[in-house]
């Protein structure tokens, strides 16, 4: 089966910078969009940053600067560079995958990663 797992949360100093990672594995032939979303306690998850096998990316207001998206479509892993970090980036983060199309043909309109806790304090 098809799966995401992320890696690379922690506990971080404001300031610091983090390296998250997220690997699709199974027999994928491509993937359109990956992506990182956060939710915080009490809060509603909401996007982080995105980007298409086109290139074409996505930030949220709150991490545009701070944060690059990048993609290895041969290794089906999308990384999310945070430098910069705040207390409030504190989160679950999330990976996330849209439109996976099998080696078998078959398409998955959405995934979610099982989420990767990044906790930025002092």
């Known amino acids: 089966q098809v799966q995401l797992v992320e890696s690379g949360g922690g506990l971080v100093q404001p300031g610091g910078f983090l390296r998250l990672s997220c690997v699709a594995s199974?027999?994928?032939?491509?993937?359109?969009?990956m992506g990182w979303y956060r939710q915080a306690p009490g809060k509603q998850r909401e996007l982080v940053a995105r980007?298409?096998?086109?290139?074409?990316?996505n930030y949220a207001d709150s991490v545009l600067g701070r944060f690059t998206i990048s993609r290895d479509i041969a290794a089906n892993t999308v990384y999310l560079q945070m430098n910069s970090l705040k207390p409030e980036d504190t989160a679950v983060y999330y990976c996330?995958?849209?439109?996976?199309?099998?080696?078998?043909?078959?398409?998955?309109?959405?995934?979610w990663g099982q989420g990767t806790q990044v906790t930025v304090s002092s």
């Open positions: 199974g027999s994928i032939f491509t993937i359109y969009t």
């Open positions: 980007i298409s096998s086109g290139g074409t990316t």
């Open positions: 996330n995958a849209d439109s996976v199309r099998t080696l078998s043909g078959s398409r998955i309109p959405l995934m």
